[in-house]
């Protein structure tokens, strides 16, 4: 059901629209994480570290897609305020044309070069092979992943979030079955959780088509599906591109951090890889609502903007910054308390790497509780940019972010060589010096947008 974000109280809304974005992506954290516990507890802590491995790598791709989506979904939440359907209509169909042949492309280029990308982030070659299978696999899927992602954005543009979290849930349902079954029964291995990834990235996508076919009329496009408005796709790309890029550069970011996380292993072992991966799961869940709660800005932001109500738009993001806080503290006393047994479920009592693993990844989880309040006021502040459509700064923040935590963490490691002195606490601070850097970029130009969006909306 499409939710019309101009009329209703707003908190209510921010939160009602934020719970099904929250749900949906721990559904899918949920089952990213069920693909490392099983391989960790089933297969290996060296299967935990391949899987690891090419997660920064995978999700350039993934992401990148998933940045074309939300861009566009951003100019169908303002047709949907402007109540134009017809314009709406032709948006959608340019955006999965230009997405489809996109990610085909995408797919035939990656693909080869997987062995090539993977000696580039300085891979052990214990871990090699598996690692090179695994994201072969995965990317095979790469066509379905666009899919769901489309369909999931289009319809959380016109404000149904709850029926991508139906879908989603058992899409995670049957990737982690498949997990269990490929890996433990048929002992296949790191490529049984790829294969269960790509077969639950197909039944994603199939119900949403199936849902938006015989429920959502205004999206029951028939022959219009193979429409293409080139001045559409052009004011498309321009968003989508923008948006993508930020992904993609945050993604980036991850795999040069996990380049230096692999330069680490020939000093301290590949536990350090395996910790790892494990903490980069528990930050996904940490920093997910906060970034959803900052989509759900988004989408109230741009329909009210193209309805033309500021007012609703100074209350909509005061109140999601409001909830981005709470979450934090919230999640922070949690991490106080349970960073241990939280780590301890992705490795088996009877590995021999199991205490290092453990011990790296609960030093850096309480090093992070104290931490996650700053991206949460990072993220109220990108859904801010995002919703009034100015995407390059949202773009530019992400940047400096990941410039400052790559040269931290390069800093710390190569040149102060402190790897065996900080550990695994290298990755905190380097966090930390990314979204300080973040912050003092997009303060200063949060303030000069508000007052030029305020003064503009007094004098029209």
């Known amino acids: 059901m499409t939710k019309d ?86 948006q959608v169909s340019t955006t999965f044309l230009g997405g489809i042949v996109f990610t085909i492309c995408a797919t035939l ?33 790469l066509t379905f992943t666009f899919l769901y ?52 990235e197909f039944l994603s996508a199939v119900f949403c088509a199936y849902y938006i076919y015989r429920r959502i009329p205004v999206l029951n496009l028939g022959r219009k599906w193979l429409v293409f408005d080139p001045g559409l796709f052009k004011k498309t790309v321009a968003y989508s591109i923008t948006s993508a890029m930020q992904q993609a550069v945050l993604q980036i970011g991850k795999v040069m951090i996990q380049s230096i996380v692999n330069e680490m292993a020939g000093i301290l072992g590949i536990s350090i890889i395996a910790a790892f991966n494990a903490v ?21 932001l741009a329909q009210n903007q193209g309805a033309g109500k500021i007012e609703r738009m100074r209350e909509g993001f005061k109140e999601g910054l409001k909830i981005e806080i709470l979450y934090a503290l919230i999640l922070g006393t949690i991490c106080i308390f349970a960073a241990k047994p939280i780590i301890s479920l992705f490795v088996s009592s009877t590995d021999a790497n199991a205490a290092q693993v453990i011990a790296y990844g609960t030093r850096y989880i309480h090093m992070m509780a104290f931490l996650y309040l700053i991206p949460a006021m990072t993220n109220g502040i990108q859904g801010w940019f995002r919703g009034i459509g100015d995407l390059k700064v949202t773009l530019a923040s992400t940047f400096m972010n990941m410039v400052g935590r790559v040269a931290m963490a390069w800093c710390l490691v190569s040149v102060f060589h402190m790897t065996e002195t900080l550990q695994i606490d290298v990755f905190a601070y380097a966090n930390l010096a990314g979204w300080i850097v973040m912050l003092l970029f997009e303060v200063p130009l949060l303030v000069r947008s508000t007052k030029e969006l305020f003064a503009f909306h007094k004098e029209g």
């Open 109 to 141: 280029i990656i693909i080869p070069l997987v062995p090539a990308i993977l000696h580039l982030i300085n891979v052990p070659d214990l871990i090699f092979a598996d690692s090179v299978m695994y994201l072969r696999i995965v990317m095979v899927a």
């Open 5 to 90: 974000m101009t009329h209703g109280k707003v908190r209510n809304l921010l939160i009602s629209f934020t719970i099904p974005l929250v749900l949906g992506n721990l559904l899918q954290l949920t089952y990213n994480a069920a693909d490392s516990i099983i391989v960790g507890r089933f297969v290996s802590s060296n299967a935990l570290a391949a899987v690891g491995t090419c997660n920064p790598i995978m999700n350039i791709a993934i992401l990148f897609i998933s940045g074309m989506c939300m861009g566009a979904s951003i100019l169908m939440s303002h047709e949907y305020g402007e109540k134009d359907p017809v314009k709406l209509q032709r």
């Open 280 to 300: 980069n799961r528990v930050d996904d869940f940490a920093y997910t609502p906060e970034q959803n709660i900052g989509h759900a800005m988004t989408t109230l």
């Open 149 to 200: 992602n489309f369909y999931a954005n289009t319809m959380r543009a016109l404000g149904d979030a709850k029926t991508p979290l139906l879908f989603l849930g058992i899409s995670a349902a049957f990737n982690i079955a498949g997990d269990l079954f490929f890996v433990i029964v048929l002992h296949m291995g790191v490529n049984g959780c790829a294969i269960a990834t790509a077969l639950s």
